[in-house]
C-alpha cells in the first residue's frame, strides 16, 4: 500500500478538525497526519493531538505558508502527499480513488477532487458568488497559464511527493493552489479532476471575495517564471 503524508492548515477549526482526522483514518491506511495550525486561539490545536496527529504552530500566517510550513515537516518516504481542508468540507471517502489513479498512470502528477461535479449542498448555489469567482479564475488559469482545470482551486488533492520535494512555495495566502497547479504542469505532470460531493463548511468561512484579486495576481505572475 503506498504511504501517505497529509498536511492541514488551520485556524480556529475545532468544529470540523477532529470529524475531518477521524474520517482520512476511516478511509486511509495508517496515513501520517500533519497539522499546522495558525495560532488558534480554541480548542483546534487540542483536539488534533488528542486524535494522533501530529501538530506544529506556523509562525506566519495565511495558507500558503502554512502548507509551506507542512512541506518542510512532512515525512520525505511519502509516496504521496494529501492537502486537505480542515472544516469537514471535502469527504475523505475519494482518497482511495484518486491514490489509485496515481498508482496507474506515472505520467499524472496530481489529481484534484472538483467540486462542481458532484453533489450540492444549500450554500454551494451555482448563483452564489464564490462560484462564480471560481469559474472567472479557472478561465483565467486557463487563458493566462494554459492549465485546464474546472475546479483549480479545490482543496482536496493528492499530488506525488517527488514532485513538491524542491518546490520553492511563493504563495503566503489562498493563491497556494493555483500556483501548485502551475508547478505540477511545469514538471511535465497531468492533472486529473475526478467529481467529489461538497459538505457545508464547520465554523467560520476564512476565503472572502477579495482574496480572488491575490489568486488572480499568483495566476498572472506565474505565467513570467522561467
Not at 481542508?85 to 499524472?108: R, S, V
Not at 477532487?113 to 479557472?138: C, P, T
Amino acid at each position: 500500500m503506498p504511504y501517505t503524508q497529509v498536511i492541514i492548515a488551520a485556524l480556529n477549526e475545532e468544529e470540523g478538525i477532529g470529524l475531518t482526522i477521524a474520517e482520512l483514518r476511516r478511509y486511509l491506511n495508517s496515513p501520517h497526519v500533519l497539522v499546522v495550525d495558525g495560532k488558534s486561539i480554541d480548542r483546534t490545536v487540542h483536539v488534533a493531538k488528542a486524535l494522533g496527529a501530529e501538530v506544529i504552530l506556523q509562525n506566519k500566517s495565511g495558507k500558503g505558508d502554512a502548507l509551506a510550513e507542512g512541506l518542510k515537516h512532512s515525512d520525505p518516504s511519502a509516496d504521496y502527499v494529501i492537502f486537505i481542508d480542515a472544516d469537514f468540507t471535502y469527504p475523505a471517502e475519494f482518497l482511495p480513488k484518486m491514490i489509485a489513479i496515481l498508482e496507474k498512470d506515472h505520467g499524472i502528477g496530481m489529481v484534484i477532487g472538483n467540486r462542481f461535479k458532484g453533489e450540492i449542498n444549500s450554500q454551494k448555489s451555482y448563483a452564489n458568488a464564490f462560484y462564480v469567482g471560481n469559474r472567472l479564475l479557472a478561465f483565467a488559469q486557463h487563458t493566462v497559464n494554459g492549465i485546464k482545470l474546472e475546479d483549480p482551486l479545490s482543496g482536496l488533492r493528492v499530488v506525488r511527493n517527488s514532485i513538491l520535494k524542491d518546490w520553492n512555495v511563493k504563495s503566503q495566502g489562498f493563491d497556494i493552489e493555483a500556483e501548485m497547479n502551475y508547478l505540477v504542469e511545469r514538471k511535465g505532470f497531468k492533472t486529473v479532476e475526478i467529481p467529489i460531493d461538497y459538505r457545508d463548511r464547520l465554523g467560520e468561512k476564512k476565503l472572502k471575495l477579495r482574496h480572488g484579486f491575490g489568486i488572480l495576481s499568483r495566476i498572472v505572475s506565474e505565467s513570467f517564471y522561467t
